[in-house]
């Protein structure tokens, strides 16, 4: 980090702070967990290569280009920061396979709803967590994600944050049907331990969350991954930003 003061972490929910941030710091970065560490998780949940998938809040992570080396033949990648968008629009304008769209992931409008079959996102959710009017902030990228999904799509959350912080507010916006896996956040880079946990294994889930802690511990190391599948029930008459609203005034 460059700037002269750390900002408060309130920043990482505004666009100036990534603009910013951007203008300052060029290299790739990938937050939490790198492709090939969440590549099994990507293939089980999204099994063919033609699928589209959009990547929210993109930032210069390479987690999207290798998964186009990876096969994926369709990955739009969307980010607020206007710094970023044009940066990977000129470091990739020969990937057709990859495109770059400034867009704030709370009004995706200019996408169709069910235009995508999964939505991959890598501490967005957990950025907009930090900053002002949060809750309802989330509740609209929530209810974007969920609109621009196909039936039966696919939400892939990877976040700091345990299904105490996280299942409510998955469960408040949208109807999903929630799987959750978890990774190590140090996992065994290059070594050739085995890891505490197979990525692939479910972790049993109860109404609250709370019954992943009688699994894993009270502090647990690792970053959690909710696999949120789009469910559509016809009788669901109110929206989930109303609902939202509703609940916090
Ligand atoms: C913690 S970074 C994660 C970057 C990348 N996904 C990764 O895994 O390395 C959060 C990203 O979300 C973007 N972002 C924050 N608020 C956004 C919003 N409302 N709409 C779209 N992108 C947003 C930021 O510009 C930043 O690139």
Redo the contacts with the bound molecule.
């Keep these: 980090m460059t700037m002269a003061t750390p900002p408060s972490s309130q920043a ?2 505004e ?1 100036w702070y ?1 603009d910013n941030r951007y203008a300052h710091e060029s290299a790739p ?4 967990q790198k492709y090939p560490a969440l590549a099994p998780l990507v293939h089980l949940y999204v099994p063919h290569r033609h699928h589209r998938v959009l ?5 210069n ?1 390479v ?1 999207s280009e290798e998964m186009v080396n990876d096969g994926y033949e369709d990955v739009v990648n ?4 206007t710094v ?1 968008i044009d940066a990977m629009q000129a470091k990739y304008s020969n990937r057709q396979q990859l495109k770059y769209i400034k ?4 009004d995706m409008s200019p996408f169709q709803g069910g235009s995508f079959d999964a939505v991959i996102d ?3 959710l ?3 967590l930090c900053g002002n009017n949060s809750r309802q ?1 989330a509740a609209q ?1 929530l209810d974007e994600i969920w609109r621009v999904l196909k039936d039966k799509g696919v939400y892939i959350l990877i976040t700091y944050g345990s299904p105490v912080y996280r299942l409510a507010l998955l469960k408040e916006s949208c109807t999903w049907s929630i799987k959750l896996h978890v990774i190590e956040k140090f996992g065994p880079e290059g070594s050739s331990e085995q890891p505490v946990r197979q990525l692939t294994d479910l972790i049993p889930l109860d109404e609250s969350g709370s019954s992943v802690e009688d699994v894993l511990g009270k502090n647990p190391d690792f970053h959690y991954i909710y696999v949120c599948i789009k469910v559509r029930i016809s009788s669901y008459s109110e929206s989930p930003v109303a609902k939202i609203q509703n609940r916090f005034g």
């Design positions: 990482y929910g666009s990534w970065f990938d937050w939490y990547v929210v809040g993109c930032g992570s987690f969307v980010d607020i920061s970023v867009l704030d992931v709370r890598k501490g967005t957990d950025s907009i902030n990228m």
